[in-house]
């Protein structure tokens, strides 16, 4: 995951978002090591309000390529804003955050690989669409995509962002384009592809996570309560985790 920071290709091209994800893992166990993570909202404004002259000021491609969380922050710290809606945080501070979030997205345009290959313009619509998608989700309008088609995606969707380019675009492809055309390949690669990620995630993933949660439920009980509940918990409102803060 960290090859980037030390100028090595990654072995697909998606993977380059992996690098992105992990520095925020750090940062958010950063937040968790100095138990500051009830404040999370109050971090993730001030480091929202430092980007402008970041970006305005100081924008250096070094730094997009060493630390790209920078280029990408506010989608991340949107998401946080998000899932404190969903989980029953209704407060209009939130929302204005959130659209701040998009105009700091919006004028990072410059910094972000989207811009090799898209217009400023695309970029803003597809930045529109996915805003638009979680408010509506995080609000319940988004309940009637929920079906076995959309479930079985979401089930796969992760074994299939890591197999896809490699296989579609170096292997499938270039064997059926010249067969087939390029619509009936693509289709072909697709399918293909949708199915090697079905059998990663039922014979890997699926029994990876069943053995993690195996081993979770013999671990030391932490104030009685099991490691796993507590990680997995879902809090409901900000107090909640001030609460899990002095329990």
């Known amino acids: 995951m960290f090859q980037q920071a030390f100028n090595v290709y990654d072995l697909d091209g998606t993977y380059w978002t992996l690098y992105v994800e992990i520095l925020f893992y750090l940062f958010m166990l950063g ?32 730094i997009s390529h060493k630390v ?21 945080v209704q407060n ?3 929302y204005m955050l959130i659209l701040f979030c998009f105009i700091m997205q919006c004028t990072l345009y ?11 313009y695309q970029y803003i619509a597809m930045l529109v669409l996915y805003f638009t998608v979680f408010l509506l989700f995080v609000n319940g309008r988004l309940n009637f995509i929920a079906n ?15 197999v896809h380019e490699f296989l579609s675009l170096m292997i499938l492809m270039p064997f ?35 053995f993690i949660k195996a081993k979770s439920r013999k671990r030391q009980q932490i104030q009685g309560v099991p490691l796993i509940n507590i990680v997995l918990q ?12 002095h329990s």
């Open 148 to 162: 076995k088609v959309t479930l079985f995606l979401g089930k796969v969707s992760y074994a299939l962002y890591a």
């Open 234 to 245: 879902k809090p409901t409102s900000t107090s909640d985790f001030q609460n899990k803060k």
């Open 92 to 94: 209009y501070l939130y």
């Open 31 to 62: 937040i968790y090591c100095i138990k500051k993570l009830h404040k999370i909202v109050l971090i993730g404004s001030i480091c929202l309000l430092l980007l402008p002259f970041y970006s305005i000021l100081y924008a250096h491609p070094s």
């Open 110 to 120: 410059d910094d972000v690989r989207s811009s090799n290959v898209i217009s400023f």
């Open 176 to 210: 059926f384009e010249p067969k087939f055309g390029f619509w009936p390949a693509a289709l072909l690669s697709f399918l293909i592809s949708l199915g090697v990620a079905y059998l990663i995630t039922q014979h890997v993933e699926a029994r990876a996570v069943k």
């Open 68 to 88: 790209p969380l920078v280029n990408h922050f506010p989608l991340f710290f949107a998401g946080i804003l998000f899932y404190h809606i969903y989980n029953g």
